[in-house]
């Protein structure tokens, strides 16, 4: 019997980033009297490195940024923003949205069982075994702590693995960043675009941010869509 098991993204799916309230990457730079632009272009270039735990925490990564800029900001300085972010997160994860809560008590009690991938440098979710979130994942992956990022195939099926299933027809549910879904697909699972959190902030992605995302995979716009159509998915093929 085959997608007994739904594999969850964690950002802008379950969560959005957007909406924690952590300094954004304009204000670190300007409170670390960096250029901006120069800031943002080499965070993003150490996205793998951080998503992949090559750096011990969020300070860390501003010491790094701060030294190959030759900025001078102060320690207390770089250890007060990287308390703010990890305060920010962790507050967050504790006020889930109930909708999202509902849907994924439906799914569990319909017996199903759920798992999470995670691209996290590690600050964003160490605020997560308090989150009303945990309970609900069998399996938990976040990339730092396992040296893997999707879209690795790898990842997915290290997921797998740990749940005691092969990826091939499993649903993986994610909003599609970093090409998530298609990474999904390619070692077998079903990928579904999670759209609600891209429908709220199309004035900071973009109007055409779903037909990206989704690439031709099935949208679901609402979380209380998913138990449905998993439900429905799950009796297709178990026909």
């Given at each position: 019997?085959?997608?007994?098991?739904?594999?969850?993204d964690l950002?802008e799916?379950?969560?959005?980033e957007f909406?924690?309230?952590?300094?954004s990457t304009?204000?670190?730079a300007?409170?670390?009297?960096?250029?901006?632009a120069?800031?943002?272009?080499e965070y993003?270039?150490?996205?793998?490195a951080?998503y992949?735990?090559?750096?011990?925490?969020y300070?860390?990564v501003?010491?790094?940024?701060v030294k190959?800029?030759g900025?001078?900001?102060s320690?207390?300085?770089i250890?007060?923003?990287?308390?703010?972010?990890?305060?920010?997160f962790?507050?967050?994860?504790?006020?889930?949205?109930?909708?999202?809560?509902?849907?994924l008590?439906?799914?569990?009690?319909?017996g199903?069982r759920i798992?999470?991938?995670?691209?996290t440098?590690?600050s964003?979710v160490?605020?997560?075994a308090n989150?009303?979130?945990?309970?609900?994942?069998e399996?938990?992956?976040?990339?730092?702590a396992?040296?893997?990022?999707?879209l690795?195939?790898?990842?997915?099926?290290h997921?797998?693995?740990?749940l005691g299933?092969?990826?091939s027809?499993?649903?993986?549910?994610?909003?599609?960043?970093?090409?998530?879904?298609?990474?999904?697909?390619q070692?077998?699972m079903?990928p579904?675009?999670?759209?609600w959190?891209?429908?709220?902030?199309?004035?900071?992605?973009?109007?055409d941010v779903?037909?990206?995302?989704a690439a031709?995979?099935?949208?679901l716009?609402?979380?209380?869509?998913?138990?449905d159509?998993?439900?429905?998915?799950?009796?297709?093929?178990?026909?």
């Amino acid at each position: 019997m085959a997608v007994k098991i739904v594999i969850f993204d964690l950002f802008e799916t379950l969560v959005s980033e957007f909406d924690a309230g952590h300094p954004s990457t304009t204000e670190v730079a300007q409170t670390l009297e960096l250029p901006v632009a120069d800031f943002q272009r080499e965070y993003q270039n150490l996205r793998t490195a951080r998503y992949t735990g090559q750096f011990h925490d969020y300070a860390t990564v501003l010491r790094y940024i701060v030294k190959k800029f030759g900025g001078k900001s102060s320690e207390s300085t770089i250890k007060t923003l990287a308390e703010c972010r990890q305060s920010a997160f962790t507050a967050y994860l504790r006020c889930i949205d109930p909708e999202i809560l509902d849907m994924l008590n439906e799914i569990t009690i319909s017996g199903i069982r759920i798992g999470l991938i995670s691209n996290t440098d590690g600050s964003e979710v160490l605020g997560w075994a308090n989150s009303p979130l945990s309970g609900f994942f069998e399996v938990t992956v976040f990339s730092h702590a396992v040296g893997m990022v999707k879209l690795d195939p790898h990842i997915y099926q290290h997921t797998c693995k740990n749940l005691g299933v092969v990826p091939s027809d499993r649903i993986f549910i994610g909003d599609g960043n970093r090409d998530e879904l298609r990474g999904a697909a390619q070692v077998g699972m079903l990928p579904f675009c999670a759209a609600w959190f891209l429908c709220q902030h199309t004035a900071l992605l973009g109007e055409d941010v779903m037909m990206h995302r989704a690439a031709g995979y099935p949208v679901l716009y609402h979380p209380l869509e998913v138990a449905d159509r998993v439900q429905d998915f799950c009796a297709a093929v178990n026909d």
